[in-house]
């Protein structure tokens, strides 16, 4: 296997080729400690931060901005974004609040990133 990426790790931006396979990973073009770990990480289980929009009933904030709490796996996105795409929000939240536990793998919970108010103005 020879795969070339760019590192995300740091604001560097280094680009890696990535050869081998399994615990013989020869990862070239890193600058820095981080390279080493994005580019064997990236390689064997990719992981994203995932951030998006759930609907609210709220007529004057019709979106409100998400996110997950963890990084998860690359394959399971998708999955991720029906499991939040069925949730809506009709209660007060601020962010970093939890709307919804056990997304997925059980530890990974959906957090709100803006702030919803359902109050009198």
Known sequence: ????I??????RGCSLTVSGSGDELLI?????RKGLDYGRQEVLQ??????????????????????LSREI??????????????????LDCSPGDILVTGILEGDVNLLATGELSYGKR
């Open 1 to 4: 296997m020879n795969k070339r």
């Open 6 to 11: 760019i590192c995300i790790a740091c604001p």
């Open 73 to 90: 796996p690359r394959e399971k996105l998708r999955e991720s974004m029906r499991i939040i795409n069925g949730f809506t929000a009709e």
């Open 46 to 67: 990719p992981l994203r931060m995932l951030t998006t929009t759930v609907k609210t009933t709220n007529p004057d904030s019709p979106r409100l901005p998400v996110r």
């Open 28 to 32: 070239e073009g890193n600058q820095c």
